[in-house]
């Protein structure tokens, strides 16, 4: 049986496909207007636009979720924002306030939404009502409109931005090495640490670009890393490097696995640890051995997960989780890879699987609250009812954001740096501590 998602994104597909070509006169419609608007601006120097490719539509639907958020087909075709993508460049990034505030000055009718029309083409309208420079989600920023053409028959998105030569430059490699690379970095962080430096000192550009390149000819060999750190790191880019083929062979795109592998390789890290015979590396070969023997494997990925017997859970934490995940685990692909992948590797059952999973998210979370309560010298009643507490809070956060990233990273992330503010503060009482982490576990 054929995940739901699939069709959604066929039926997406299919409205791209019959709009294709009022869409690429769309796209010529654009660039004649921002064109003539701005040719005899001396900062102007050039426009560039393109329709959204197929593979990258399907991979937008996918990493956003849509299916999830807009369960309509014809709606999630509608709230794609960059069918059309036009940008606008310009000499130095003072210029680009610059020509933003000549732009708007064009577009003074106000529409609905936040939503103002163009003197000049009425059919042309862009959200002046978001502040401006926008920031993205890398911390920096950019002008960075929401637009709409209406051809009287159908209402196209597109998106405008406004970039000088320097930050066209920084956004090809942001994107390039960065937002769409899907082959596993394992020194991720140091790569972006060195590309905020390189947007902070952009006169400095050439340098810094080289100690970036310095730095990965080096391997990253200065850092200090610990065996198992190491260990598990390895063994998520051989996880991700061999089941991202199989997810391009089988869909005929590549996605961002890095956080399923990551979360996989410590969970059946916690399951064979459960084997005391063997040593951690031990168990680290045993691991590769098994990912190995089911490379050639198919995986599935368009299909159901079905259990056979139904998940156990033993409290109310992993009650919620379990009920939470049911819904989402053939609608959401990451959680529906994530324990596709497990049960390739660990040849157990669905309901298995889950049950363990369950218990592995739970330990994620109760570990440093255990830690916590002990530091407080709290009595057992209090630990408790606390636990109860502060777990029925991030169920609740979960059930509005049910994605494996939020749950398995964001989530214990901002959970974890709560209970060490909550463990620097003078607070011993349940309420005091209570009320710091509903104050602080915020989204």
């Given at each position: 049986m054929k995940l739901e998602l699939f069709d959604y994104i066929d039926d997406v597909m299919n409205l791209f496909d019959y709009h294709k070509i009022e869409l690429a006169g769309v796209n010529k419609e654009l660039k004649k207007y921002f064109s003539e608007l701005l040719e005899n601006d001396d900062r102007f120097t050039n426009i560039t636009t393109r329709m959204k490719t197929q593979e990258s539509l399907r991979e937008k639907l996918i990493r956003r979720n849509f299916f999830m958020r807009f369960p309509d087909p014809v709606r999630g075709f509608k709230q794609i924002q960059d069918l059309v993508g036009i940008r606008i460049e310009c000499r130095f990034i003072k210029d680009e306030e610059d020509l933003y505030k000549k732009i708007i000055e064009?577009?003074?009718?106000?529409?609905?939404?936040?939503?103002?029309?163009?003197?000049?083409?009425?059919?042309?309208?862009?959200?002046?009502?978001?502040?401006?420079?926008?920031?993205?989600?890398?911390?920096?920023?950019?002008?960075?409109?929401?637009?709409?053409?209406?051809?009287?028959?159908?209402?196209?998105?597109?998106?405008?931005?406004?970039?000088?030569?320097?930050n066209v430059f920084w956004g090809e490699i942001d994107h390039k090495l960065l937002y769409k690379n899907y082959n596993y970095i394992i020194t991720e962080g140091f790569f972006r640490e060195i590309m905020n430096s390189i947007n902070d000192n952009l006169k400095m550009i050439d340098k810094q670009l080289m100690i970036l390149y310095d730095h990965v000819k080096k391997q990253d060999a200065s850092e200090v890393i610990s065996a198992e750190s190491q260990l598990k790191a390895l063994l998520s880019k051989i996880l991700h490097?061999?089941?991202?083929?199989?997810?391009?062979?089988?869909?005929?795109?590549?996605?961002?696995?890095?956080t399923i592998t990551d979360v996989v390789v410590d969970f059946l890290f916690m399951k064979s640890s459960k084997n005391k015979d063997l040593s951690y590396g031990e168990n680290f070969i045993d691991l590769i051995n098994k990912i190995n023997s089911v490379s050639g494997n198919e995986m599935d990925v368009e299909e159901y997960i079905v259990f056979r017997n139904n998940p156990k859970y033993y409290d109310s934490f992993s009650k919620g989780i379990t009920e939470i995940l049911g819904k989402v685990l053939n609608n959401d692909l990451e959680w529906n890879i994530l324990f596709k992948m497990i049960k390739l590797i660990s040849q157990e059952s669905y309901g298995e699987i889950f049950t363990e999973f369950i218990i592995f998210v739970r330990y994620d979370y109760t570990s440093c609250l255990y830690k916590l309560f002990e530091d407080k010298k709290l009595d057992k009643e209090s630990c408790e009812r606390?636990?109860?507490?502060?777990?029925?809070?991030?169920?609740?956060?979960?059930?509005?954001?049910?994605?494996?990233?939020?749950?398995?990273?964001?989530?214990?992330?901002?959970?974890?740096?709560?209970?060490?503010?909550?463990?620097?503060?003078?607070?011993?009482?349940?309420?005091?501590?209570?009320?710091?982490f509903k104050d602080n576990y915020t989204f």
């Open positions: 064009d577009f003074t009718i106000k529409a609905e939404r936040g939503y103002y029309k163009s003197n000049k083409n009425k059919k042309i309208r862009l959200k002046l009502d978001d502040p401006q420079p926008q920031t993205l989600a890398n911390g920096f920023t950019m002008y960075k409109l929401d637009g709409e053409y209406d051809t009287g028959s159908f209402i196209y998105c597109f998106e405008l931005q406004i970039k000088s030569f320097v490097d061999v089941f991202s083929r199989k997810i391009h062979d089988e869909l005929g795109l590549f996605i961002n696995i890095k606390l636990e109860n507490e502060i777990l029925s809070i991030v169920i609740d956060e979960f059930r509005e954001k049910p994605s494996a990233d939020f749950l398995l990273d964001k989530s214990i992330k901002k959970f974890n740096s709560v209970l060490l503010e909550i463990g620097k503060s003078d607070a011993t009482s349940e309420e005091k501590i209570l009320k710091i």
